[in-house]
């Protein structure tokens, strides 16, 4: 730049005692305390990011005795633990999106095992067009319990609601204690069965 050039004259350079004083700490504002206030406490509910200024002893005094949640009820308090679990943000529950559900891709699950996919446009429908599109089998991941019923049963982890089912009757008219003359073991095996069984419909597979 130019001595002679008009902008020159507009730059300005703070003085050394001005940048001091400015740089130089605030004072505590605890009452009747000189010390400088280095160390930032938070002034409480409803003034999030606003500070008091303390020394280091105040600051140790203040926090023992500071509680954010002063003055709210239990409810309100649990009320408040539970939307920071989202980050205090709107949430909405799942299916609740009409747009998304009248999609022409959306998908009906039917009886817990099958999957029938819309296909308005008829790229993926069987028989030349007639009927509706095939039905694919659902990936299933057992529970142990649910693995062990299916053991119980005598049945494959991909057996449909219909085979549980038949199944299930045929297990129950084999091992009723009618059919065999109160046997103990029978009784046993007969229970397990309709144990089993209810697992199974409680988890959506029949």
Same mark, same amino acid.
């Given at each position: 730049?130019?001595l002679?050039?008009?902008y020159?004259? !507009?730059?300005?350079t703070?003085?050394?005692?001005e940048?001091?004083a400015?740089?130089? &700490? &605030?004072?505590?504002q605890w009452?009747?305390c000189d010390? %400088?206030g280095?160390?930032? *406490?938070p002034?409480g509910?409803?003034?999030?990011?606003?500070?008091?200024?303390f020394?280091?002893e105040h600051? +140790?005094d203040?926090?023992?005795?500071?509680?954010y949640?002063s003055g709210? #009820?239990?409810?309100?308090?649990a009320?408040?633990?539970k939307e @920071?679990? =989202?980050? $205090?943000r709107p =949430?909405w529950t799942?299916?609740?999106?009409k747009? *998304?559900?009248n999609s &022409?891709? $959306?998908?009906?699950v039917? #009886?817990?095992?099958? =999957? !029938?996919?819309r296909?308005p446009?008829g790229?993926?429908?069987?028989?030349?067009?007639?009927? #509706?599109?095939p039905r694919?089998p659902?990936a299933?991941k057992?529970?142990?319990?649910e693995a062990?019923a299916?053991? =119980?049963?005598?049945?494959a @982890?991909? @057996?449909?609601s219909?085979?549980?089912k #038949?199944?299930y %009757?045929?297990?129950?008219k %084999?091992h009723?204690p009618?059919?065999?003359?109160g046997?103990?073991?029978s009784?046993?095996?007969?229970r397990?069965?309709?144990q @089993?069984?209810?697992l199974? +419909?409680q988890?959506?597979?029949c």
């Amino acid at each position: 730049m130019r001595l002679d050039s008009k902008y020159f004259d !507009r730059i300005r350079t703070r003085r050394k005692r001005e940048q001091e004083a400015e740089q130089a &700490p &605030p004072t505590c504002q605890w009452d009747g305390c000189d010390k %400088k206030g280095t160390h930032r *406490a938070p002034v409480g509910r409803n003034a999030e990011g606003q500070f008091f200024l303390f020394c280091f002893e105040h600051v +140790k005094d203040y926090n023992k005795g500071y509680n954010y949640f002063s003055g709210l #009820s239990d409810g309100e308090i649990a009320r408040y633990q539970k939307e @920071a679990i =989202t980050g $205090h943000r709107p =949430t909405w529950t799942v299916g609740v999106n009409k747009d *998304a559900k009248n999609s &022409p891709l $959306h998908s009906e699950v039917r #009886s817990g095992a099958y =999957t !029938r996919v819309r296909d308005p446009f008829g790229f993926v429908k069987e028989n030349g067009g007639k009927g #509706s599109g095939p039905r694919f089998p659902q990936a299933r991941k057992l529970k142990s319990l649910e693995a062990k019923a299916f053991d =119980t049963m005598g049945l494959a @982890a991909n @057996a449909t609601s219909a085979e549980i089912k #038949s199944k299930y %009757k045929e297990l129950v008219k %084999k091992h009723h204690p009618d059919a065999n003359g109160g046997d103990r073991g029978s009784e046993e095996r007969f229970r397990a069965v309709i144990q @089993a069984y209810q697992l199974l +419909k409680q988890n959506g597979f029949c």
